[in-house]
Each structure stands twice: as C-alpha cells, then as structure tokens.
C-alpha cells in the first residue's frame, strides 16, 4: 500500500514527487522512458522547449540552476509578432531561455528521492475508489498489474486519464492540437515568432530556431481540417519571405486553455490535479510549467502539514494561482481580439527596434 500514487513524472510530478518522497511511501509513474530509446507507450513532449521568465524564478525558488546539458541554442531576447491579416509587426524584448525540453524533464526526474518507487515506460489504465483507498490499474510491457494507495494524484497533463475517469472532473477546459514540425533551416533566426491569423486558429502559431532546425508550431482547434490548416501557415510563412527545407520531425499533442476559472480542478476526496491535468496553464500564451512547479509546491505544502484535509488546503494555497489565471484570461481576450491588438501593435508600446546599420556606413 503506498501513501501517494503520482500520475505523471513530468515537471509538476516530479516536483511533487521529489519535495515530498522522504516524508511518505510515493508511487511516481510515468508512459514515458525519458530516454532516447523510445519505449512501447514513449512519446516525446510536444513543447516549445522555452522556459518563460515565471518558470525561471521559480526555478530559483526552489533552489535550482539549469545544467549546461539542458541548454539549446540560440539563446533568445527578442519576441517578434505578427499579424498576417492585418500586416503589422513588431518586436519585444523578452527572456526565454531555450532548452532541450526531454533533457529538462529527466534532468528534473534524476532528482527524485531513490526512496520512491519510480516506474516507467508503465501506462497507467484506470482506478477504483475502495473504502479507505484506490486501486489502480496498470500496464507495463505485456504485464498486467494491480498497486493500491490511499492518496492519487493526477499529473497527467491534457489527456489526463485520472481527471476523465474522475466524475468531478467532466468540466474540462477547451483543447486544441499543438503541431509542430522541425524543419532544416540554414538561417537560423535569433528570436521567437509568434503569428496570428484568425483564418489558421483563434490561438496562435510560433516559430523556434533549435540550433540547425526551425521549431513550426501552431495551436489549433479539433477537428476544424488541422492538417490544412497546418499546410496554411507553412505557406504564409514561405510567402512572406522564411526560407526553410524538408521536415524532419512532426509531433503534435492536446493542451488546455482554460478561459473560465471553474475550469481548474483541484481535486477533492483524496484525489488531487496538478499542472496541466488540473487546468493549470496561461490560457493567453499556452505557458505551463511555472504554473507545474507552483501547483506542485503547493500541494507539497498541503501534504507536509498532514494527509488529512489537504484537499482543502491544497485549494487554498492555489487561491492566488487561480487569480493568476484569471487574470490571463482577462489578458487573452484582448490579445486575441483582432482590433485591439490592431490598436496596441500599431501603437509600438513596449517594443523595441532592431538596429540595422545605414548602408554605406
């Protein structure tokens, strides 16, 4: 019988997992191998692989520095928006840092406690309630197996199978489709893009250079034609001028975007959410692991104090990242109303001009 079971071992389960093993017996698994040998339910993480200024303080937070492994060129400064419709552009300054994201997630896991039973390359299938405590289900290889626990914890991420399976847990916020292609690119571009155009999605598409690739990605709404409208943006950008070769990757995963705060799910009757899986991420820019390293430090909060009741405490240590998320809503509404980022790009508020020298200077 194990005290907490974590579904999910990327950076919201791991955290948990790694702020709380000493203290109780933790089951942590993940479909994952984080290895770069692919394993039978293995899939790499369809991410940007950028850490976001709110990430990197809580890294500091918690006491971490990124290893150099980590790390992926170019570094970068500098956002660059576009509005295709309406052809504006303009660049920000803002500091990423660009990373490996696979590496990032198993650099986190190497530092979960020995003590915790890790387990991956397992797919977790479904649960129970029993009196007392849960009984999980669970596949790895072509064995079958049964584990029970008295705390679960979902940090499965958009698909989480605990939430779904969960009957408190049907109000989920709105998914879109993140593909993305990693394409040859000899010109490698010293910023991140991001590109709206309401004929592609009512979210937007970015662009990433990754040392000798171009990351092309876009968030769009199931089952509005994606491929098409993939194929679109590819075309807009060749058509505007980006020169890019043949694919070399394609990978493509759901995210949430929570546009009402009842979207986020805490938990209740010993079963809680963190990151993604609990509606956690800025619904304005599809940013996701502050917010897995501030719900998994809250939730560890929760548990230190006792396992009794920490449902409820949980929630309330999240009262002030709830406010936060509705606050990016507020953000995504004006971001995203074509208008009035019409008014606010045209204005040249808060952007920054590159300097080009004068020929023959």
Avoid at 211 to 234: H, M
């Amino acid at each position: 019988m194990f005290d907490l079971a974590i579904i999910g071992a990327g950076p919201a389960g791991a955290t948990l997992a790694r702020l709380i093993g000493k203290n109780y017996k933790v089951l942590l698994v993940d479909k994952r191998s984080f290895s770069d040998i692919p394993g039978p339910f293995s899939a790499g993480k369809c991410c940007g692989g950028l850490l976001a200024p709110d990430a990197q303080r809580m890294l500091s937070e918690l006491g971490l520095g990124l290893p150099k492994s980590v790390l992926q060129g170019p570094q970068l400064f500098v956002v660059k928006a576009i509005d295709i419709q309406q052809k504006i552009e303009r660049y920000y300054q803002r500091h990423y840092i660009n990373m490996d994201r696979q590496k990032f997630d198993s650099w986190l896991l190497s530092m979960v406690p020995s003590n915790v039973d890790t387990r991956l390359n397992c797919r977790f299938k479904s649960y129970s309630s029993e009196k007392g405590f849960f009984k999980l289900k669970f596949v790895q290889g072509d064995r079958n197996y049964v584990e029970e626990t008295r705390i679960l914890i979902g940090a499965d991420g958009a698909s989480s199978i605990v939430r779904s399976q969960t009957s408190h847990g049907s109000f989920f916020p709105n998914k879109y489709i993140a593909l993305q292609e990693w394409v040859e690119s000899n010109n490698s571009l010293p910023y991140f893009m991001s590109i709206f155009d309401k004929k592609i999605t009512d979210y937007y598409c970015w662009t990433i250079p990754k040392g000798d690739y171009l990351v092309i990605g876009a968030a769009l709404q199931p089952k509005k034609n994606t491929s098409e409208r993939f194929k679109r943006l590819k075309e807009k950008l060749r058509s505007n001028g980006f020169q890019f070769g043949k694919t070399v990757w394609r990978e493509g995963a759901y995210i949430l975007r929570p546009m009402k705060t009842k979207h986020v799910l805490t938990g209740r009757d010993r079963i809680a959410f963190l990151g993604e899986a609990a509606g956690w991420i800025s619904p304005s820019s599809a940013e996701g692991i502050s917010y897995a390293f501030r719900s998994a430090c809250a939730l560890a909060e929760a548990l230190h104090i006792a396992p009794d009741g920490f449902e409820k405490r949980y929630r309330k240590k999240t009262r002030n990242l709830r406010r936060n998320i509705f606050l990016k809503i507020m953000k995504s509404h004006f971001i995203f109303n074509p208008y009035l980022r019409k008014m606010v790009m045209s204005s040249g508020l808060q952007s920054v001009k590159l300097f080009r020298p004068k020929e023959g200077t």
